[in-house]
């Protein structure tokens, strides 16, 4: 591709907290007009590469080693977790107006929700991110990250879910926005069928020289670009060639991207919680912190106030009616009587929050690190909200990502 090079590394070198390598000694560029597909068995490392590309702080303060001789980027980075990670406490009108907030882009939602092909129904106010297909969701997500400006996007497992028209229409929206756009598109994926449609390249990540290998050094773009024949073709010649590289493969010792917990990771939810405390009273943040302090107190009490009640009303009379009809003979005041000193009914509010808990998806994103949980956080980022840095002001996300011009270079001391 000509395009202008978004994002380019040279001699990364990744290794786990243990010291196992994930990559060793890897060159890779991206360029603007393109879609990267990024391949490989589960366990591999993709995720872990496109992060210590994208974010390599949050893997270092996981103990994480990485290190690189060049690093260059010229476009902020969006990643799009699986399933798209969008806020449910939001419309989906919302969600892009989220990312249009930032002032990097100009329009509406609906215009940005159109051109990913989604009807006006879909934008249309009130209209829950629970109620999408799996197809719909991504195309949203694709659409909040173009409207936030970034030129440079990062897919992890987009197609999860899709049924194969799905996957093949997700293809197709893909290629069209990385045109339109003038965007680099990295597609980290088990899905042949998206890459072989969707990409300008294809890479292994070889478990065994610990770097990307070129699936098809000769491939000729994107399979949807092509007449139905060509598609099949060159989705036969990726399954082979990808296939051979799997059965190449020496047996390698599975890795784990965790890590083991820190105390400080652990207090983190606590510190962000703080420093969220803080901030909501800055005057330029009051109005819209109001409107997420009503948000929170209506998931967190209001909402499942009246399930509570239910749930430890049934069981304070499910309990007396279970015993009276085991023992006949009882009267109710010796019943009760029964009950009073064996602490049945203090079950009853620990019970109602985990069943409530479990059947309200919306309500576990109230709780404390519920929506680091949901990749929302990894969204936020991408659409430029930093997380809190507590080592100083302005030391978060933004400032340690800067946009360097294409012609500069980090070196890792």
């Keep these: 591709m000509s395009g202008q090079p978004l994002a380019r590394v040279v001699d990364l070198t990744v290794a786990l907290p243990d010291g196992s390598v994930v990559v060793y000694a890897l060159d890779a560029c991206v360029r603007a007009g393109e879609v990267v597909a990024l391949l490989g068995p589960s366990g591999v490392g993709k995720t872990t590469l496109v992060r210590a590309l994208f974010a390599p702080e949050a893997l270092r303060r996981r103990g994480y080693s990485i290190s690189w001789g060049e690093r260059e980027l010229a476009a902020e980075p969006a990643i799009v977790p699986q399933r798209g990670a969008l806020l449910d406490h939001l419309d989906v009108r919302g969600n892009v107006a989220l990312a249009l907030a930032g002032g990097r882009q100009t329009g509406s939602p609906e215009s940005w929700l159109g051109a990913v092909d989604l009807d006006d129904d879909i934008g249309a106010r009130g209209r829950s991110v629970a109620a999408l297909s799996g197809g719909q969701a991504q195309r949203v997500a694709v659409a909040r990250a173009l ?118 990771d652990r207090g983190a939810p606590f510190r962000t919680l703080g420093e969220a405390l803080r901030r909501s009273f800055e005057p330029h943040l009051f109005a819209e912190s109001a409107v997420v302090f009503r948000l929170t107190v209506t998931q967190s009490f209001l909402r499942p106030a009246a399930f509570y009640g239910t749930v430890g009303a049934l069981l304070g009379f499910t309990v007396p009616f279970v015993i009276s009809n085991i023992s006949h003979d009882l009267r109710p005041a010796a019943i009760f009587g029964l009950i009073k000193g064996t602490y049945i009914l203090s079950l009853a509010p620990p019970l109602s929050a985990i069943i409530f808990a479990a059947t309200s998806g919306s309500a576990m994103s109230a709780w404390l690190g519920g929506l680091r949980l949901g990749g929302q956080v990894t969204a936020l980022e991408g659409l430029g909200v930093p997380p809190s840095d507590t080592s100083g002001p302005r030391h978060g996300w933004a400032s340690r990502h800067r946009t360097l011009p294409p012609s500069s270079s980090s070196r890792r001391r």
Excluded: N, Q
């Design 147 to 264: 409207a936030a400006g970034r030129k440079l996007i990062v897919m992890d497992e987009p197609s999860v879910g899709l049924d194969p028209l799905g996957v093949r229409m997700l293809a197709r929206l893909l290629v069209k926005e990385s045109r339109k756009c003038d965007a680099g598109i990295i597609v980290v994926t088990h899905d042949l069928s998206l890459a072989a449609g969707a990409s300008d390249r294809v890479y292994f990540l070889d478990p065994m020289a610990r770097t990307l290998v070129e699936v098809l050094p000769g491939w000729t773009g994107p399979a949807e670009l092509d007449a139905a024949e060509v598609r099949k073709e060159k989705l036969s010649a990726l399954e082979a060639s990808v296939e051979r590289l799997l059965l190449a493969e020496a047996p390698v010792r599975a890795k784990s991207d965790a890590s083991p917990r820190r105390w400080a």
